[in-house]
């Protein structure tokens, strides 16, 4: 079993719409949790981090924690072409090391 | 800030050659973490390097080596290099590590093996 396991994706969705991502974790123990993006050809770019149960918002972005459910999620909302990208979920465990998912890959269709 | 820099950005190489990567942190981050990434294995996890001290290392061969300096600057290093070493390297740098423990990617070094 993978450390962390994302939805494999593609997922396409209108521009306009909500695109949520979501991301499942195994080590109890992690206690940190990022979303990153990553154009084609670039590097991964952090767009949010979540360390509290709960909802946390930036901008049109939203991350969700249930550390009970090992269980994190992204919303992007009023998705835009711009958002088209691979969007990594990362868990951070006790020994310093970051364990990515695979990427879920977002089309955003105008 | 300046963000984090990785030189070369790109490299050609023969089996069996060695190769050393370079990655300049965020000024004042002291955490250096080096990931590889392929198409078909994604971003996986190389060493992470806190104060000139290896704390943690993925699972890679011996062949894959690192080293950080006292100015938080800090190397790679693949010796025999196999067509499987193919990849991007990644380096990311994070402030004094705590519970948050952001990382904030270089560019990258993409490798080539032939």
């Known amino acids: 079993q993978k450390e962390v396991e994302q939805n494999s994706g593609p997922l396409s969705v209108p521009e306009g719409a909500i695109a949520s991502l979501n991301c499942t974790y195994s080590d109890r123990g992690s206690q940190s949790f990022f979303w990153y993006r990553q154009y084609s050809g670039k590097s991964p770019e952090l767009i949010m981090s979540?360390?509290?149960?709960g909802d946390k918002e930036d901008g049109r972005f939203t991350a969700q924690l249930n550390k009970a459910s090992q269980y994190v999620s992204l919303l992007i909302r009023d998705s835009q072409p711009s958002d088209s990208a691979t969007y990594l979920c990362?868990?951070?465990?006790?020994?310093?090391?970051?364990?990515f998912g695979a990427g879920t890959t977002v089309t955003v269709r105008a | 800030k300046a963000g984090v820099t990785q030189t070369p950005r790109y490299l050609i190489k023969t089996r069996g050659q060695q190769v050393t990567l370079s990655c300049s942190p965020i000024s004042g981050h002291r955490s250096v973490s080096w990931y590889q990434q392929t198409p078909g294995q994604g971003l996986q996890f190389l060493f992470e390097y806190f104060s000139e001290t290896q704390r943690n290392k993925g699972n890679f061969p011996g062949r894959f080596s690192g080293r950080q300096f006292s100015n938080s600057r800090s190397e790679m290093n693949v010796s025999t290099l196999e067509l499987g070493d193919s990849a991007l390297y990644l380096c990311?740098?994070?402030?004094?590590?705590?519970?948050?423990?952001?990382?904030?990617f270089g560019p990258g070094t993409r490798l080539t093996v032939t």
């Open positions: 990311a740098s994070s402030p004094t590590p705590g519970l948050s423990y952001e990382q904030y």
């Open positions: 990362a868990a951070k465990s006790n020994d310093y090391k970051l364990s």
């Open positions: 979540i360390y509290s149960n």
